[in-house]
């Protein structure tokens, strides 16, 4: 298996502008992982799907996020408008289960200016 | 809720050296701890887990960590480290019946020749 995809590997956005984070977890993973690392902040869990259905989004910073899953090998993640302070590495992560290792993508380096 | 602190932001070491990095966890109920890893621009890996059982786990690249209910601490460490285990480690923390892994700020372990 190829592993956790995530693409694209670096996005440099201007502000305002719309950003999409594409994830493609591992086949037969029923649980989906969206985090991001700062500096900062660390690791920050942003949401989670289970058989592509949002469970929480409790971490979602605000409602210029949001994270669609419309089936089990595809997941996005779009902000809208971006701001500087977004820039960060998100992640996708994927399981198969509960208290399963996470399989981590390599992430995407978001740079908003 | 949980939390996971990890008090030492860096750890130098040299060669063959050995090397403990500290985690410690609050919950007020059973958890399951993880390590993790991450090399430069790449995902987070698992280094080892525990769920139950023994207090002391095995992991890979020749890691160990111990489960200390009393202490609430789950410190890592190996007997004499390599220059490639320069790295970024993360202890995190979940419970039965939830999918939120929290991690903590991370560890930078930087081995010296």
């Known amino acids: 298996d190829a592993g956790v995809i995530q693409s694209p590997r670096h996005e440099v956005t201007e502000m305002g502008q719309e950003v999409t984070l594409r994830c493609k977890p591992i086949?037969?993973?029923?649980?989906l992982f969206w985090y991001r690392q700062t500096m900062m902040r660390g690791l920050e869990l942003l949401i989670y799907?289970?058989?592509?259905?949002?469970?929480?989004d409790s971490g979602m910073p605000e409602d210029r996020f949001s994270a669609k899953m419309p089936n089990a090998s595809f997941s996005t993640l779009k902000i809208q408008p971006s701001e500087p302070r977004d820039s960060a590495v998100y992640f996708c992560?994927?399981?198969?289960?509960?208290?399963?290792?996470?399989?981590f993508g390599s992430g995407t380096q978001l740079s908003v200016l | 809720a949980q939390s996971v602190t990890q008090l030492d932001s860096q750890v130098p070491v040299f060669e063959e050296a050995p090397v403990e990095l500290r985690c410690n966890y609050s919950s007020s109920v059973s958890v399951y701890l993880f390590w993790y890893v991450q090399y430069p621009n790449q995902g987070l890996q698992l280094l080892l887990k525990?769920?139950?059982?023994?207090?002391l786990v095995k992991g890979i690249n020749g890691f160990e960590a111990e489960f200390n209910k009393s202490q609430t601490s789950f410190h890592l460490r190996k007997p004499s480290v390599h220059i490639s285990d320069t790295a970024e480690y993360f202890c995190a923390v979940t419970t039965s019946g939830t999918y939120k892994y929290i991690f903590g700020t991370g560890t930078r372990l930087k081995v010296l020749a």
């Open positions: 799907f289970n058989n592509n259905v949002p469970i929480d």
């Open positions: 525990y769920l139950s059982g023994s207090t």
């Open positions: 992560a994927s399981s198969t289960g509960t208290n399963e290792k996470l399989f």
């Open positions: 086949s037969g993973h029923d649980y």
